[in-house]
T-cell receptor, first 116, second 110 residues
Framework: SAVISQKPSRDICQRGTSLTIQCQVD?????MFWYRQQPGQSLTLIAT?????????ESGFVIDKFPISRPNLTFSTLTVSNMSPEDSSIYLC?????????????FGAGSRLTVL | DAKTTQPNSMESNEEEPVHLPCNHS???????IHWYRQLPSQGPEYVIH???SNVNNRMASLAIAEDRKSSTLILHRATLRDAAVYYC???????????FGQGTILTVHP
């Protein structure tokens, strides 16, 4: 399975600022996803990062707030823009190799953001 | 996406088997049944998946009902390290993404 490196692992941010999270994979992958996990909650899919084109966002998430880039098959970034305390969450990158429903997802360790 | 229903929490004693149930009555023919778990302070990790037949791997077994409307994840001998949130998820071929429910919090007592 793929090995995922997420940076930063944690950060404390000020209200109104933006932070970019990086996801680097050690091999080429078919699909990359970004999830959010709010305190004490399950994971919520933010978007699918598409190589060379705009990400596909889930209901409730918009590009202006969570711009995503994926310049190649091994790297993606998620920016959390104009942060507020409600954005305090763990943000996780996930990847899958292959396009079958049998293909499993591998998750990064997550980036824990605290917004003051 | 088809929905899954799991108990909020379950408890087990160390060294005993654990059966984690999942109902998915609206499953479609192309949905794979995936199980992931999330240990404290970690990202989710893959446990097992199946389509129609029961599956075994080094971590667990997956028993799938004949009508596929339910499944059970079996941990044969629970250890303290198995304490985690276990997610049962249906994944379709054409979409690729995983939609997480609330999962089952498994507590393992020494």
């Amino acid at each position: 399975s793929a090995v995922i490196s997420q940076k930063p692992s944690r950060d404390i941010c000020q209200r109104g600022t933006s932070l970019t999270i990086q996801c680097q994979v050690d091999s080429q992958v078919t699909m990359m996803f970004w999830y959010r996990q709010q305190p004490g909650q399950s994971l919520t899919l933010i978007a699918t990062a598409n190589q060379g084109s705009e990400a596909t966002y889930e209901s409730g998430f918009v590009i202006d707030k969570f711009p995503i880039s994926r310049p190649n098959l091994t790297f993606s970034t998620l920016t959390v823009s104009n942060m507020s305390p409600e954005d305090s969450s763990i943000y996780l990158c996930s990847v899958v190799m292959g396009s079958s429903g049998a293909n499993v997802l591998t998750f990064g360790a997550g980036s824990r953001l605290t917004v003051l | 996406d088809a929905k899954t229903t799991q108990p909020n929490s379950m408890e087990s004693n160390e060294e005993e088997p654990v059966h984690l149930p999942c109902n998915h009555s609206t499953i479609s023919g192309t949905d794979y049944i995936h199980w992931y778990r999330q240990l404290p302070s970690q990202g989710p990790e893959y446990v097992i998946h199946g389509l129609t037949s029961n599956v075994n791997n080094r971590m667990a077994s997956l028993a799938i009902a004949e009508d596929r409307k339910s499944s059970t994840l079996i941990l044969h001998r629970a250890t303290l390290r198995d304490a985690a949130v276990y997610y049962c998820i249906l994944r379709r071929t054409s979409y690729g993404k995983l939609t997480f429910g609330q999962g089952t919090i498994l507590t393992v007592h020494p």
